[in-house]
């Protein structure tokens, strides 16, 4: 079993930035891709960004060029660099992980889940 700690949600103005943190309880090769999913209320969750154990990346559409995934194996850890933050990214940022890194919702470990709150 591998539990995930996301954090660094908060409340944050327009234009501005945050940095996530999710660690991961232990290396295995089920946290060999991690991702940062969202989900707003009333939403589904969707996809933000995930790395891959060789250090590809993957973005959805709206956050390319704002956000930055990277991750510190040493750590067990994996960042969402946030920048140029607007309204319509507040939701609650889950960070997955799983052997495979995909857009889709088929992880096999989960976070709790970290807010964030952008105002206008």
């Known amino acids: 079993q591998v539990q995930l700690v996301e954090s660094g949600g908060g409340l944050v103005q327009a234009g501005g930035s945050l940095r996530l943190s999710c660690v991961a309880s232990r290396r295995t090769t089920s946290t060999d891709a991690m991702g940062w999913f969202r989900q707003a209320p009333g939403k589904e969750r969707e996809f933000v960004a995930a790395?891959?154990?060789?250090?590809?990346?993957y973005y959805a559409d709206s956050v390319k060029g704002r956000f930055t995934i990277s991750r510190d194996i040493a750590k067990n850890t994996v960042y969402l660099h946030m920048n140029s933050l607007k309204p319509e990214d507040t939701a609650v940022y889950y960070c997955?992980?799983?052997?495979?890194?995909?857009?889709?919702?088929?992880?096999?470990?989960w976070g709790q889940g970290t807010q964030v709150t952008v105002s206008s």
């Open positions: 997955a992980a799983d052997s495979v890194a995909r857009t889709t919702t088929e992880y096999a470990y």
């Open positions: 790395v891959n154990w060789y250090g590809r990346t």
